[in-house]
C-alpha cells in the first residue's frame, strides 16, 4: 500500500465514524456541550473540520485559499469558540455539504500526489513540525479529524446516546 493510499483510507474512515456519530443527531443536538466544563460541540466541530482542511490543502499544499464560504473562518477557524446558539451557525446540511466537497478535493489531490511528493515542502506553513512538509500536513489532518470526531462521541454521551461503535 502506499503512503497516499493509506493516509485517504484512514481520511475515508474517520468520515465514515463521524458520519455514523451525527447519523441520528438533530439540529438541536448539535449544540450539545459534550462536558460539564464545555467543549466542542458537533455543529462546530463539522465546522472546524471543514475549514481546517480547506486551509490546510487549499493554502498550506496547494499555495492558494481555502474553499469555503465567507465568514466560516471567523466560525469554526483557529481560536474560535463554540457557541450553545444553533442559529449562529450554518446548518447540518450546509455544514456537511461543505465538507463533501472539501474532501472530494482532498482525496483528489491524493489520487495525484506519489509517495516521493510527500516529503516535498508545503508552499505556506505556519508551523514546520506540523505543516512542514505535504506529508506533515496530512498527517495533522488525520490526526486532526480523529480528536475531534472523538468530541462528537463525547457530545451523543452527554445527550444521553448509546455509543455507536460499541
Request: some cysteine; glycine content about 12%.
Amino acid at each position: 500500500m502506499k503512503a497516499t493510499e493509506f493516509v485517504a483510507g484512514a481520511l475515508t474512515g474517520g468520515k465514515a465514524w463521524m458520519a455514523g456519530l451525527l447519523a441520528d443527531l438533530e439540529e438541536g443536538d448539535l449544540v450539545a456541550v459534550p462536558t460539564a466544563k464545555g467543549g466542542n460541540h458537533p455543529l462546530w466541530v463539522i465546522g472546524h473540520l471543514t475549514v481546517s482542511e480547506a486551509s490546510i490543502v487549499g493554502g498550506m499544499i496547494k499555495g492558494g485559499h481555502p474553499n469555503v464560504p465567507d465568514g466560516w473562518g471567523t466560525l469554526f477557524g483557529m481560536g474560535s469558540q463554540p457557541v450553545s446558539d444553533a442559529s449562529k451557525y450554518p446548518s447540518k446540511a450546509e455544514l456537511l455539504e461543505a465538507f463533501e466537497k472539501v474532501r472530494a478535493e482532498t482525496l483528489e489531490l491524493l489520487a495525484r500526489l506519489a509517495d516521493t511528493d510527500l516529503d516535498k515542502p508545503s508552499a505556506n506553513s505556519p508551523n514546520q513540525e506540523l505543516f512542514g512538509t505535504i506529508g506533515r500536513c496530512l498527517a495533522t489532518l488525520v490526526n486532526q479529524q480523529a480528536f475531534h470526531v472523538g468530541q462528537i462521541a463525547d457530545a451523543r454521551r452527554a445527550l444521553g446516546r448509546k455509543p455507536v461503535f460499541a
